[in-house]
């Protein structure tokens, strides 16, 4: 079973920076598309943004356009999520996710983004 660990979670003050990291080490990892979700205290887990996997082609939610950027290292088997302009409301757990099941077609907000990682805390403070 893949396993995907994320990391560079923190506490940051409004206007920083932070970037997340999300890897495995399972050298037979295949994906159709990999992506970062996060879930605030009392909401649901939503979509934040998500690249394809041996292929090009990204989606990043209207709420975070401009700030956060997704990037992808395939021989490592990485992604890292670059978050500029934090604000207060950026405040969530943050899920690296990937979608093993196809077909490679589908929309990226429409995978079944099925192995998840354990998550990881950013809170911005005002």
């Known amino acids: 079973q893949v396993q995907l660990v994320e990391s560079g979670g923190g506490l940051v003050q409004a206007g920083a920076s932070l970037r997340l990291s999300c890897s495995t080490s399972?050298?037979?990892?295949?994906?159709?598309?990999m992506a970062w979700f996060r879930q605030a205290p009392g909401r649901e887990r939503d979509f934040v943004t998500a690249?394809?996997?041996?292929?090009?082609?990204?989606k990043t939610a209207d709420s975070v356009k401009g700030r956060f950027t997704i990037s992808k290292d395939e021989a490592s088997r990485t992604i890292y999520l670059q978050m500029n302009t934090l604000k207060p409301e950026d405040t969530a757990v943050y899920y690296c996710?990937?979608?093993?099941?196809?077909?490679?077609?589908?929309?990226?907000?429409?995978?079944?983004?099925?192995?998840w990682g354990q998550g990881t805390q950013v809170t911005v403070s005002p």
């Open positions: 996710a990937t979608a093993t099941i196809g077909p490679s077609n589908t929309p990226l907000t429409h995978f079944p983004y099925n192995i």
């Open positions: 690249v394809r996997w041996n292929r090009i082609g990204s």
């Open positions: 399972e050298r037979t990892f295949s994906a159709y598309a």
